[in-house]
């Protein structure tokens, strides 16, 4: 894989203003930004409504937050893969682990808990109709093969989904699916994340800790990024900021990088402008699993 930026940003009251955001949007996809991640903070707009306000106007993937608090399984899957599918499949989402739902359930389960189980309903919903099933034949009176919709008769510890979703597989398959490490580990997040974040502090040791967790799920090292975080407060240096980016990729193997810009709209164009063309080439990338130099999904 090449290494690739996704920029991260809070839309909202606290954070950039929607018109912030989409002037952010055109310039980072100019520079060859692969993924803008939106952060679900006080006072923010809600990251899906933020991404699909500004999907409508710029083809730049979006990877909003979503909770498992707060957000039904069915219906978060079903909202994620449509946004994917009407933006032809530049789209995902960084699932956080909260504390608690508002499902019945062993009220001291680990949020870590809840996020694999919620993960894995997630990916078993977006493979219980793929696209092969759209038939579309008039003179047979076939619109859909139902033998290809399989229900996922989910009925775990925490969650349980009858399935199937009700519309197709997008052209990647399925909506990337992003974890922060911290919260969670290796272990519980390759199971089912496509990118891992990692902080600084976190990365020596993380390519190898990675390739084992995938390795113990039956899947190559390939099946997922690794992505550092790197929070930036006041960008004087840009030239040597890259260099030492490029230096830490090249040590601890990363497949990409997080920028985290603080400040208003000037400040985080200077991060776009000036540090982003220093780490990566603008390309063409179909989807947002090409853009993070990932294979296509695949049913399991």
Same mark, same amino acid.
């Given at each position: 894989?090449?290494?690739?930026?996704?920029?991260?940003?809070?839309?909202?009251?606290? &954070? #950039?203003?929607?018109?912030?955001?989409?002037?952010?949007?055109?310039?980072?996809?100019?520079?060859?930004?692969?993924?803008?991640?939106?952060?679900?903070?006080?006072?923010?707009?809600?990251?899906?409504?933020?991404?699909?306000?500004?999907?409508?106007?710029?083809?730049?993937?979006?990877?909003?937050?979503?909770?498992?608090?707060?957000?039904?399984?069915?219906?978060?899957?079903?909202?994620?893969?449509?946004?994917?599918?009407?933006?032809?499949?530049?789209? &995902?989402?960084?699932?956080?682990?909260?504390?608690?739902?508002?499902?019945?359930?062993?009220?001291?389960?680990?949020?870590?808990?809840?996020?694999?189980?919620?993960?894995? $309903?997630?990916?078993?919903?977006?493979?219980?109709?793929?696209?092969?099933? #759209?038939?579309?034949?008039?003179?047979?009176?076939?619109?859909?093969?139902?033998?290809?919709?399989?229900?996922?008769?989910?009925?775990?510890?925490?969650?349980?989904?009858?399935?199937?979703?009700?519309?197709?597989?997008?052209?990647?398959?399925?909506?990337?699916?992003?974890?922060?490490?911290?919260?969670?580990?290796?272990?519980?997040?390759?199971?089912?994340?496509?990118?891992?974040?990692?902080?600084?502090?976190?990365?020596?040791?993380?390519?190898?800790?990675?390739?084992?967790?995938?390795?113990?799920?039956?899947?190559?090292?390939?099946?997922?990024?690794?992505?550092?975080?790197?929070?930036?407060?006041?960008?004087?240096?840009?030239? &040597?900021?890259?260099?030492?980016?490029?230096?830490?990729?090249?040590?601890?193997?990363?497949?990409?990088?997080?920028?985290?810009?603080? &400040?208003?709209?000037?400040? $985080?164009?200077?991060?776009?402008?000036?540090?982003?063309?220093?780490?990566?080439?603008?390309?063409?990338?179909?989807?947002?699993?090409?853009?993070?130099?990932?294979?296509?999904? $695949?049913?399991?």
């Amino acid at each position: 894989m090449s290494t690739f930026v996704q920029l991260s940003l809070a839309v909202g009251e606290t &954070g #950039l203003t929607l018109a912030d955001a989409g002037a952010i949007a055109a310039l980072a996809e100019q520079t060859g930004v692969a993924a803008i991640r939106l952060r679900d903070e006080p006072g923010a707009i809600e990251p899906t409504v933020a991404a699909a306000y500004l999907a409508g106007a710029h083809r730049i993937p979006f990877v909003p937050e979503l909770a498992t608090t707060g957000n039904a399984p069915y219906n978060a899957a079903r909202r994620l893969l449509s946004l994917d599918r009407a933006t032809d499949g530049r789209f &995902g989402a960084v699932l956080v682990p909260g504390a608690g739902d508002e499902v019945s359930g062993p009220a001291n389960a680990h949020p870590a808990e809840r996020w694999r189980e919620y993960a894995a $309903v997630l990916a078993r919903l977006w493979e219980s109709f793929p696209c092969e099933a #759209l038939i579309g034949d008039q003179e047979a009176a076939l619109f859909v093969d139902d033998e290809l919709i399989r229900p996922i008769g989910h009925d775990g510890p925490l969650y349980k989904v009858a399935g199937p979703i009700d519309g197709p597989s997008s052209v990647q398959g399925r909506p990337v699916l992003v974890a922060d490490l911290a919260g969670l580990g290796f272990v519980t997040a390759a199971e089912r994340a496509d990118a891992i974040v990692v902080d600084r502090a976190e990365s020596p040791g993380a390519d190898a800790a990675l390739a084992d967790a995938l390795r113990a799920a039956g899947l190559p090292r390939s099946e997922a990024a690794l992505v550092g975080r790197v929070p930036i407060a006041d960008l004087t240096d840009a030239t &040597g900021l890259a260099a030492d980016l490029r230096s830490w990729a090249g040590a601890d193997r990363l497949d990409g990088f997080e920028l985290v810009p603080a &400040g208003d709209l000037e400040a $985080v164009s200077a991060v776009l402008r000036e540090l982003v063309p220093l780490l990566v080439d603008p390309a063409e990338h179909p989807t947002l699993r090409a853009a993070f130099g990932l294979r296509e999904a $695949v049913a399991s």
